[in-house]
């Protein structure tokens, strides 16, 4: 589901603590227990980062960056639990231009970020 940020300010901050330069106004917002960290290497100028931050602090922390598989990378994208407290958020590059942030969170702490 895509969301204005100027209408949900949790969101906002939460895709700001994960990246401070992210400008756009939407954002994407995924409620599931698991997400796949694909496209963390360069391909024909985009590349994919993920950041998990912390719901209640807004710390983060920067998931590690893959090498394709052919350059010694794992062989199929790995696939992380998405903890209670915690979301991540995939921002990144496409195309030459920001990507639009995708944040994904577990269903038990989506209820404060969906639209009323």
């Known amino acids: 589901m895509r969301l204005n940020l100027s209408s949900s300010p949790e969101l906002a901050r939460i895709v700001r603590a994960a990246d401070n330069s992210y400008r ?3 954002a994407s917002l995924q409620v599931r227990e ?3 960290l694909s496209g963390t290497y360069w391909d024909g100028g985009s590349r994919s980062t993920y950041v998990a931050v912390d719901l209640v602090t807004l710390r983060s922390s920067a998931a590690e960056q893959f090498a394709p598989s052919a350059f010694g990378g794992p062989a199929a994208a790995p696939m992380v639990r998405i903890p209670e407290g915690i979301a ?3 921002t ?4 030459g ?8 969170i577990n269903p038990v702490n989506a209820a404060k970020l969906l639209p009323a």
Do not use: D, L
Not at 97 to 104: D, G
């Open 88 to 90: 991540i958020v995939q």
């Open 97 to 104: 231009k920001t990507a639009n942030a995708t944040v994904y």
């Open 24 to 26: 756009k106004r939407e």
């Open 34 to 36: 698991t997400v796949c």
């Open 92 to 95: 990144g590059v496409f195309c």
